[in-house]
């Protein structure tokens, strides 16, 4: 006997999202795919405003870490404000509140990063002292260890707003996310695309979860035709090894977990000081169904290559 379907009638489902122009994208983008596999299904997108997007004037490293883009999101599922929250995964902590999971993944976007200036044309390109802006501490470490020569700037604001602050001078260049750039239709022709052995992506970069409470068996059962299998077992090996690094917004982590032309899933993670002044990283291989294992155990062998100390402030 077949499952019986989850019920299109009833109260809307309700869908927590950021408010910037990439989250609602990906937000509409959910409700679109909801109400193709739900027709019926009448479906809200409440918009929640973050700490991260209020404090733009500072690192987020300095102001608590990645977690101030989720936590008034998840309030509102805890309190039942919404009833599914649609997150970039690379935001999400690694640890969520008692009661909540990501039940979902979507099919992953592609996760490289690309090279975005008015000056040059890559990494290699500029010139010593250049300026690239970013806030983020993994771009940073791995930019300073190829290239000690040039000078690493704050640089925050959605996706349209750090484009902008390049043409205006502000720096010479910053390294933005393919996947959200291809998700706002700007991606073609705003800047080269950098290899994965030039800049390692941030973990789940390009990855979209939903989120919910554990105990909502109808949101759980409306989203789950959406779960992308694969995604799933390439974000389980990367936010392993987050958590094994015990890894925040403070410490420079990189991992991506592909799937090789065998079909095995190949993970490699980096971890660095934020100087770019030192650099490891190990690589691991195998079935998808040890992807949890393998993440563990390549963030559990950075940590005792680094030695102690070298995530201290």
């Not at 997108?45 to 870490?65: A, H």
């Not at 959200?180 to 022709?189: D, F």
């Amino acid at each position: 006997m077949n499952a019986a379907k989850p019920s299109a009638s009833g109260a809307p489902l309700r869908i927590g999202s950021r408010g910037s122009p990439l989250a609602l994208a990906q937000s509409e983008s959910v409700r679109a795919a909801l109400a193709a596999l739900h027709p019926g299904l009448e479906i809200e997108i409440e918009t929640i405003r973050t700490s991260g997007d209020r404090f733009i004037d500072r690192d987020l490293s300095e102001i608590g870490g990645k977690g101030l883009f989720t936590k008034e999101i998840e309030e509102a599922l805890i309190a039942g404000g919404i009833d599914i929250a649609v997150h970039s995964m690379k935001d999400v902590p690694t640890w969520l509140p008692d009661g909540l999971g990501i039940f979902c993944l979507l099919e992953r976007e592609d996760p490289r990063d690309v090279f975005i200036s008015t000056v040059a044309s890559g990494l290699g390109d500029l010139e010593p002292g250049a300026t690239v802006g970013t806030a983020s501490l993994r771009r940073k470490a791995q930019i300073l260890h190829s290239r000690p020569d040039l000078v690493v700037v704050p640089l925050r604001g959605n996706v349209h707003t750090r484009i902008e602050k390049i043409k205006r001078g502000e720096a010479d260049a910053t390294l933005l996310a393919l996947a959200g750039l291809k998700r706002l239709g700007i991606a073609e022709g705003a800047g080269a695309v950098l290899e994965t052995d030039e800049m390692l992506p941030a973990v789940a970069q390009g990855a979209i979860g939903i989120e919910c409470r554990a105990e909502d068996a109808r949101a759980r059962e409306l989203i789950a035709p959406l779960n992308h299998v694969p995604t799933v077992a390439r974000v389980t090996a990367e936010r392993a090894a987050l958590a094994a690094l015990d890894g925040s917004c403070r410490t420079p982590i990189a991992a991506l977990a592909e799937f090789d032309g065998a079909g095995a899933l190949a993970l490699k993670v980096l971890i660095a000081k934020p100087d770019g002044s030192a650099l490891f990283d190990t690589r691991r291989r195998g079935p998808a169904a040890e992807a949890e294992a393998m993440g563990k155990d390549a963030g559990q062998e950075l940590r005792q290559t680094a030695g102690p100390g070298f995530f201290d402030e």
